[in-house]
């Protein structure tokens, strides 16, 4: 579905919102600190889901039991992002997106399979209009 079909499907239908989130523990530091893995990471995630990336943006944070790294993917149906914590062996994932052709649950699956964390907790929410 076109951007141009899938506003005018919202405007008919309300809008359909999933959100993917959960905790990853026991996930190896090293790939926790690497910015630019993590970045290439959420982009092929993004297309996983059939979304539409607008842009990537990331950080690097040095700073003891807060250093991490988060990563931020702005899609047309909303976000992507990964905010980690290697001292604690540690990240967060959240996949939101609205529109019935967006997958956010196969790009959270995805995430979970690459960073291979020991275990993991998922939620889902229903955030749509209707």
């Known amino acids: 579905m076109s951007t141009t079909s899938q506003l005018e499907y919202e405007r008919l239908n309300g809008v359909i919102g999933k959100h993917v989130y959960g905790n990853l523990y026991g996930v190896d530091p090293n790939i926790l600190s690497d910015e630019k893995f993590l970045r290439s990471l959420v982009i092929k995630a993004a297309e996983i ?63 979970v399979s690459v960073l291979k964390p020991r275990r993991y907790i998922v939620n889902y929410a229903d955030r749509s209009s209707d």
Do not use: Q
């Open 49 to 111: 889901a059939n979304v539409h990336l607008v842009e990537v943006k990331s950080w690097k944070f040095i700073n003891g039991d807060k250093e991490g790294v988060s990563v931020l993917a702005l899609v047309v149906e909303s976000h992507i992002a990964i905010h980690t914590w290697p001292v604690y062996r540690f990240a967060t994932v959240d996949v939101y997106t609205c529109g019935d052709h967006s997958m956010p649950d196969k790009a959270f699956n995805y995430i």
